[in-house]
C-alpha cells in the first residue's frame, strides 16, 4: 500500500515535530525548510534564542517520545523573581511545588533535536528551499534555493509551519482570501545577554527563576541558560515619546537609560553596548485568519495560522499542540483530509484565539500589576 504523502513548509519548531509525528503514524513526509541545516551550518536565530517551555508544550513532546531529551536540556523555572526599582527581589512561585513550574530551553538546541528525531522518523528534510509559490489547482509548489535556482514539487497535501510570515498563507490568501488580520503591538524587543560567570556558581542571578524587571510602560525579563548565561529581552515601545526605541537609537542613550530604571541590570551585562549596537529590534503582532485551510489541499498551523504575542510564553507551545492534535485527526482511518483540516480548525482556533487573548492581557500584567508600587507612585505623580 501506497503511504499518503503530506508536504511540510518551515522546519522550524513546529515544522519539525509536525513531521515525526506524522512519519511515525505512517505517512511519507518531506519537509521543504528556507535556512540551511542548523545542524551543519550552525543555527539562525531571528526570534527569541531561548523558550519557556509549559505543560501543554511538554505533553505534545511526550507524545513523540522526546520529552526526556529536552528535559536534559532545560532549566527549571519555579516562578518569576521580581526585581523593583527600590527594595528586594521576590519569588512569586507558579505554584505550591516543583510540580507547576516551566522550564527555559534554548530555540536553537530544540529545533536541532526535533529536526534529528524527524529523520530518525523516516521524514526526508530540504534545507534551503524557501516556498516561492503555490498552484493549489496543479497541486504544485515552486521553490528556490540561495541561489534563486527554481524546483518544482508535487504537493496533493501541503501542511505550512512557516512561521508569522508564512509564505504559504500568502499564497493561499492570493488563490482565495482566508480573511487575514495582523494587529501589531506597537511595542518590540531587543536581547542582552548576562554571561555565566567564572567559577563553580555559574549563574550571576537566580537560576530557577523567569525574571521580570516590571517599570508599568516596558520592562526587560531573563529566561536562564544550561551554560549559566541568561537571555534578557527589554521589551518597549517601538515609537512615541521617551522612552522608546525611537528615543533609545543606540547603546549610550540606552545606557543611560538603563542606569536609571535598570540599576541592577546593566552591571550585569557587560557586553551592553555590543549587544545593544549589533541586535535588531524583534517587532509583535497577533495574526488572525478565518480560515486555516483550502479543503484539503493545505492548512496552516502554528505561528503561521495563529502568531501571538510572547507574554504568555505560549505560542510554541500552542503550536506543539496543534501537531498532535492534527496528528491524530489525519491518522483517523475514514477521515478525509478536507475534513481532518476543517475538524482541526474547529477544535484550534478558540484556543488559539483564547491564548492570544490571555498573552496581550500578561503583558499588562507583567509590566504593571507585578510591578513594585513605589515605582508606580512615582510615574502617578510624574516624577518622571
Ligand atoms: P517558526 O519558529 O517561525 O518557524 C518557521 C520556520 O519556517 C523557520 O524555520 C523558517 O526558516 C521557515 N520558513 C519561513 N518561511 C519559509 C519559506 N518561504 N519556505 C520554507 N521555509 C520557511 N513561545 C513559547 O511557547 N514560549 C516562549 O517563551 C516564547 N518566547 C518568545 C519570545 C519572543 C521574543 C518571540 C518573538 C516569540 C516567543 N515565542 C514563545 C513564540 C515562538 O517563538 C513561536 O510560537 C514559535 O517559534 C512558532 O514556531 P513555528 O515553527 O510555527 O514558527
Not at 111 to 119: G, S
Not at 231 to 239: D, G, K, N, R, S
Not at 286 to 305: M, N
Request: net charge negative; hydrophobic share 45%; glycine share 10%.
Amino acid at each position: 500500500m501506497t503511504r499518503q504523502s503530506i508536504t511540510l513548509i518551515g522546519g522550524g519548531l513546529v515544522g519539525a515535530l509536525m513531521a515525526q509525528l506524522l512519519a511515525k503514524r505512517g505517512f511519507a513526509v518531506e519537509v521543504f525548510e528556507k535556512r540551511p541545516d542548523p545542524r551543519r551550518f550552525g543555527f539562525v536565530g531571528g526570534r527569541s534564542i531561548n523558550l519557556a517551555l509549559a505543560e501543554r508544550g511538554l505533553q505534545a513532546l511526550r507524545t513523540a517520545g522526546l520529552a526526556d531529551d529536552v528535559m536534559e536540556r532545560a532549566v527549571m523555572m519555579r516562578g518569576r523573581m521580581v526585581h523593583p526599582l527600590e527594595g528586594a527581589s521576590g519569588l512569586q512561585r507558579y505554584g505550591v511545588d516543583d510540580s507547576e513550574v516551566i522550564w527555559s530551553v534554548s530555540r536553537g538546541a530544540l529545533n536541532m533535536l526535533l529536526l534529528d528525531a524527524a529523520e530518525a522518523a523516516g521524514v526526508t528534510l530540504h534545507f534551503g528551499q524557501s516556498l516561492a509559490s503555490a498552484d493549489f489547482d496543479a497541486r504544485r509548489i515552486a521553490l528556490v534555493d540561495e541561489n534563486g535556482t527554481q524546483r518544482h514539487h508535487d504537493a496533493s497535501v501541503l501542511i505550512g509551519a512557516d512561521g508569522a510570515g508564512s509564505a504559504l498563507r500568502a499564497a493561499m490568501d492570493e488563490y482565495s482570501p482566508i480573511g487575514a488580520r495582523v494587529e501589531s503591538l506597537g511595542h518590540g524587543y531587543k536581547e542582552l545577554e548576562i554571561p555565566p560567570r567564572a567559577g563553580a556558581e555559574r549563574f550571576a542571578i537566580e537560576p530557577h527563576a523567569l525574571h521580570i524587571w516590571p517599570r508599568g510602560g516596558y520592562m526587560c525579563i531573563a529566561l536562564p541558560n544550561t551554560e549559566g548565561s541568561f537571555t534578557v529581552t527589554l521589551f518597549l515601545p517601538a515609537h512615541g515619546p521617551h522612552p522608546s526605541f525611537d528615543t533609545l537609537p543606540d547603546s549610550s542613550a540606552a545606557a543611560a537609560f538603563f542606569r536609571e530604571d535598570f540599576p541592577d541590570l546593566l552591571p550585569q551585562i557587560p557586553r551592553f553596548a555590543e549587544d545593544y549596537d549589533s541586535h535588531p529590534v524583534g517587532t509583535l503582532s497577533t495574526l488572525y485568519l478565518d480560515r486555516w485551510h483550502i479543503d484539503g489541499r493545505a492548512l496552516l498551523i502554528g505561528d503561521a495560522a495563529h502568531a501571538i504575542v510572547p507574554f504568555h510564553g505560549q505560542g510554541m507551545n500552542c503550536g506543539f499542540e496543534d501537531t498532535v492534535v492534527l496528528a491524530d485527526l489525519l491518522a483517523e482511518s475514514g477521515r478525509d483530509t478536507a475534513d481532518a483540516f476543517a475538524e482541526f480548525q474547529r477544535i484550534r482556533q478558540p484556543n488559539a484565539n483564547a491564548i492570544a487573548a490571555m498573552a496581550l492581557e500578561n503583558y499588562i500584567e507583567m509590566r504593571d500589576s507585578v510591578a513594585d508600587p513605589y515605582y508606580l507612585a512615582k510615574r502617578e505623580l510624574g516624577a518622571r
